[in-house]
């Protein structure tokens, strides 16, 4: 109110009568209006009403609705045609090449022994468990698992400045912003996409998160209590649209935990009856809700509507997603969802993949397509892709 009281000050100054009459009576009615006892209190009342935060749970439920219908309308510019076999394409011209670096300039290999040593080689081998150990977060970081140390590097000063041929670099211009050991050996680890000073490096049967400052050194660290109980952790992913919620995925449940209210005790616990986990992932649905699926080793895929902020506690999956015109269940292998299209990439043990679009409430696939290639022959076969991923 006192920026708009001076405005009309400078105003009557001008020396316009009619200006001073539209000054006298604004004021006048502000004075009117607004008692001085009801203008001193104001910031209590407003206070107590506690506005802000019920507009931050307002827009919290309005927003699953608007990126509902943005998501809509963005898919009908990125309808992808299912039906019958969709053949691989491959290209070298996907991406422009900067650098490339020799071998043995990020040093990826293990250098100690640690209990689940002997375990984890030999699911590596069978091809139950895949390392995954680079990740970039949206500001340029990249943090490279490597054997039981996480190494934080700079993206911008990796490729250098432009040129117009690629650069063949070693060992020596790679330095790193900082080198952390967790004392266990990595296998996945991610960055958070919405607070990137938040990576989730996760091990065969132990997980951190390591918090980093501007720097890329590591200001913190908070292990996550699994309780494992002889499961081996598969996968860990955080959860869609959220700072601090972690889903870890293992072979026997999955559990997601709210990191700023407890690292031992997660909200949900999902299991499923006489059958094993190889994967897991959210999908957003409606009203803020997501819907979780679970693809089991017998190639079932589980689904449960969940509400991240209630319903907790422990569940057993039973309810299934129907995949019409699949030609047979086969060992499942991994799971993939992609936000961008609302297609799912399922892959199984024996090399085939289907990529699906599923219903409304996710409880059916209606159309789908094999990923196939060809042969030296020309004949068509399974892709045997491992896993899919959106860049």
């Known amino acids: 109110m006192l920026p708009y009281h001076d405005d009309l000050e400078q105003v009557a100054d001008s020396g316009s009568d009619f200006e001073d009459d539209i000054s006298t009576d604004a004021d006048t009615y502000l004075k009117l209006s607004?008692?001085?006892?009801?203008?001193?209190?104001l910031p209590v009342f407003l206070k107590n009403l506690d506005i802000e935060v019920r507009m931050l749970e307002l827009c919290k439920k309005l927003l699953p609705t608007i990126l509902s219908q943005r998501e809509l309308n963005l898919l009908k510019d990125r309808k992808v045609l299912l039906g019958g076999d969709m053949l691989?394409?491959?290209?070298?011209?996907?991406?422009?090449?900067?650098?490339?670096?020799?071998?043995?300039?990020?040093?990826l290999k293990i250098k100690a022994d640690y209990p689940n040593?002997?375990?984890?080689?030999?699911?590596?081998?069978?091809?139950?468990?895949?390392?995954?150990?680079?990740?970039v977060s949206i500001r340029g970081k990249l943090a490279v698992g490597e054997g039981d140390k996480v190494a934080i590097f700079d993206v911008g000063q990796i490729i250098g400045q432009p040129s117009a041929a690629p650069i063949t670099a070693d060992k020596t211009n790679v330095k790193p912003l900082s080198r952390n050991i967790v004392r266990f050996e990595i296998v996945?680890?991610?960055?958070?996409?919405?607070?990137?000073?938040?990576?989730?490096?996760?091990?065969?049967g132990d997980c951190q998160v390591l918090t980093l400052n501007s720097r890329g050194e590591v200001t913190d660290r908070l292990a996550i209590e699994l309780a494992l109980q002889g499961a081996y952790i598969r996968r860990v992913e955080w959860v869609s649209g959220s700072q601090v919620q972690l889903m870890v995925v293992t072979n026997m449940f999955?559990?997601?935990?709210?990191?700023?209210?407890?690292?031992?005790?997660?909200?949900?616990?999902?299991?499923?009856?006489?059958?094993?986990?190889?994967?897991?992932?959210?999908?957003?649905?409606?009203?803020?809700?997501?819907?979780?699926?679970?693809?089991?080793?017998?190639?079932?895929?589980?689904?449960?509507?969940?509400?991240?902020?209630?319903?907790?506690?422990?569940?057993?999956?039973?309810?299934?997603?129907?995949?019409?015109?699949?030609?047979?269940?086969?060992?499942?292998?991994?799971?993939?969802?992609?936000?961008?299209?609302?297609?799912?990439?399922?892959?199984?043990q024996d090399g085939t993949t289907f990529i699906g679009r599923l219903d409304a409430d996710s409880s059916s696939v209606t159309e789908l397509s094999y990923v196939c290639e060809e042969d030296q022959d020309g004949k068509s076969k399974p892709a045997g892709l491992y896993r899919g991923e959106s860049l």
């Open 254 to 348: 999955v559990k997601i935990y709210d990191l700023s209210q407890d690292n031992i005790s997660p909200l949900h616990y999902f299991t499923v009856a006489d059958d094993v986990i190889v994967d897991a992932t959210l999908v957003p649905s409606s009203m803020g809700k997501l819907v979780l699926l679970v693809l089991s080793e017998g190639g079932l895929l589980y689904r449960l509507n969940i509400v991240l902020a209630g319903d907790v506690g422990a569940k057993t999956l039973t309810d299934t997603v129907l995949v019409k015109d699949a030609v047979s269940m086969h060992k499942g292998l991994s799971l993939y969802f992609s936000s961008t299209y609302r297609l799912i990439f399922v892959s199984h």
């Open 34 to 41: 607004v008692p001085k006892g009801f203008s001193d209190g």
């Open 88 to 107: 691989v394409s491959q290209a070298s011209d996907v991406f422009q090449l900067k650098k490339a670096f020799k071998s043995g300039s990020l040093d």
């Open 188 to 204: 996945h680890l991610i960055f958070n996409p919405l607070q990137d000073h938040y990576l989730a490096v996760a091990g065969y």
């Open 117 to 135: 040593s002997r375990e984890l080689k030999s699911h590596l081998a069978n091809g139950s468990l895949t390392k995954s150990l680079l990740t």
